[in-house]
């Protein structure tokens, strides 16, 4: 029997117990308890059965070829974005995005994270090639490329359709979809910080058809905003429904709102005050419960810390963010985390909650499973692992 403190959280607990689906109701009493320690024995039952005491983590990269975004002025979360001439833009050729990919070879790479903005002029062609060139360069890394944002905006550049957009990348090379872009769906949220974006509908069309064509891929809600626990749980259940519907939802990734550097930290008078623990653990832990025909749920370290991360574990999370190597979206909007996890220290992090370390590929597949006698755990050093100063001249001077 799961104990939980909150006598509404009973019948729930009994549900999750028989391992029966939860309803809209049911996640919005989650959202809004105080038992936190209830809710996560909940989730961390619903975890166990389905990862055991496994914890995934991919050896990644996070590349983002450009900041330039038409969407600059609307998108009032994002602190990354510049208009075109706007100091502090960015566009990387692809020869500098092979450099970038090259100088951090040193790391057992094997998945490159591509996102960045929707730049006026970029051609399919531009990302088709940098693809291409990526995977001739290093052929066994798994392309994980462009957000469902990015894919509708060359579809509207190239006079084409998504599906299209989807097929020339596929093949060029593209592997998977990383779920950036979802934010919040609720139509009233996406009008005050994300007007222009995607609207919801599309997001989910691109990833339909994304799957209908073999191209995996993850998904995520911006949470921590103005967004109330009702749009969380409408945001959840779109996201239930799709999974039902094509099954090609990797995982999970709950992502919490950073206020510094953008109008609606400023208009929320939250600068310097990012999202509590105890936010960041809840919504680990429905997203574990809710979406029950996902297999997995993974925390983003680079947003909610190391430690809070490494708490998720027993949060129903079974999958941490990998080695990111440089990592620009949330550090430009405050993150005081590090830039990047050594691939020993996650191993570690993972062991050290009583875990099973395992490096997974980006379909989940087992690359390596660690022992618990491992001479990986010996080494020392919990702290983060600053760019190197190669990388760091290649990304831009003075964004580290
Ligand atoms: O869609 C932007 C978020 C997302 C801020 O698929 C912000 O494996 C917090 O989706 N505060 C892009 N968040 C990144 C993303 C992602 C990250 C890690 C793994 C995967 C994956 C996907 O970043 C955006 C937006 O939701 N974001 N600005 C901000 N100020």
Redesign the pocket.
Known sequence: MIKVRDARLRPIAAKVEFGERLSNHDALVLFDTGDLVGLGAMANLANQRKNGDRVFFAANQHINPTNVCILRNTCV????ARMPGEEGEYTHSIDEVLAEAHAASDNPTREF?I?GGLHPKLRLSYYADMIRQLKAKHPGVHI?AL?AVEIAHLAKIERSTTRQVLMDLKAAGLDTL??????VFGKNVRATIADRKLHAEDYLRVHREAHGLGIRS?C?M?YGHVETHEDRVEHLAMLRALQDETAGFL?Y?P?????DH?EL?KELGREGTATTGFDDLKNVAVGRLFLDNFDHV?T?WP?VTQFVSQVALHFGCDDI?GTVVYER??HD?GAHTPMAMGYGQIVRFIKAAGKTPVERDSLYGTVRTFAADDPLFEERGAGGEPASAELIQLVGAGRA
């Not at 979360?77 to 990354?80: A, E, L, T, V």
């Not at 992502?255 to 206020?259: D, E, I, K, S």
């Open positions: 979360f994002c602190s990354f994270h996102v994980k957000t990383p779920g950036g872009g979802a934010e993850n995520t911006l995982t990734i992502l919490a709102y950073h206020p953008n930290g993974k983003h947003m963010e979206v949330y909007a």
